[in-house]
C-alpha cells in the first residue's frame, strides 16, 4: 500500500473518530438533561440515549480510533524520520491526551447507562471542548510542522481555549435568558 493511501486513511478515520467524539458528548449532554423531564418521558429518552451512546461508541467510534491509532502507527513504520522531529513529539502528547479523553469519556458512557450522573450538561459542555482544542493543536502541528513559531502557537492556543469558554458562558446566558 502506498504512503499516500496509508495517510489518507489515517486521515479518515481521524476525522471519523473525532465525529464520534463530538456527538457521544452531545448525546450525553442530552441524556443529562433528559433526567429533568417527567418520569414517562425520562424512561423513553434514557432507554434511547443509552442505545444511541452504545452504538456510536462501539461501531464508529472506537473503531475509528483504533484504526487512527494503526494507519499513524503504519505511517511512522514508513518515515520513521518523522520520530526524530519535534513536531511529531508534541503531536503524539496531543494523541495521548486525546486518548485519555475517549476513556474518559468511555467511563462517562458506563455512568450514564448505569444511572449515575457525575456531570452537570454545563461540565459536559465544558468537556466537550477538549476534544476540540486537541484537533485544533494536531491540526496547526501537522500542517505547519516545525515552521510553526512555538509561542505564537502557544498564544493561539489559549485564545481558541478562552473564546470558546467564553462562548460557552455566552450559550448558557442565552439559554437561561
Known amino acids: 500500500m502506498s504512503f499516500a493511501v496509508i495517510k489518507s486513511l489515517h486521515i479518515i478515520f481521524m476525522v471519523s473518530w473525532f465525529a464520534g467524539l463530538f ?3 452531545r448525546l450525553f449532554i442530552y441524556h443529562t ?3 429533568q423531564r417527567e418520569d414517562a418521558a425520562r424512561q423513553v ?3 434511547q440515549f ?3 451512546e452504545k452504538k456510536l461508541w462501539w461501531i464508529i467510534t472506537t473503531p475509528a480510533m483504533v484504526l487512527t491509532l494503526l494507519f499513524g502507527i503504519w505511517m511512522l513504520l514508513e518515515v520513521p524520520a518523522y520520530l526524530q522531529m519535534t513536531w511529531m513529539h508534541v503531536k503524539l502528547t496531543f494523541v495521548v491526551l486525546l486518548l485519555v479523553y475517549h476513556f474518559i469519556s468511555q467511563k ?3 455512568d450514564l ?3 449515575k450522573f457525575n456531570w452537570s450538561s454545563t461540565g459536559l459542555r465544558i468537556w466537550n471542548e477538549g476534544a476540540t482544542l486537541v484537533l485544533v493543536a494536531v491540526v496547526f502541528l501537522v500542517v505547519m510542522q516545525d515552521s510553526l ?3 505564537k502557537g502557544t498564544i493561539g492556543f489559549f485564545a481558541v481555549a478562552i473564546g470558546l469558554m467564553i462562548g460557552i458562558k455566552m450559550y448558557k446566558r442565552l439559554r437561561k435568558g
Open 108 to 110: 462517562i458512557l458506563f
Open 23 to 25: 456527538y457521544i458528548v
Open 33 to 35: 438533561e433528559a433526567q
Open 45 to 47: 429518552l434514557t432507554e
Open 50 to 52: 443509552i442505545i444511541m
Open 113 to 115: 447507562k448505569n444511572n
Open 149 to 151: 513559531n512555538w509561542i
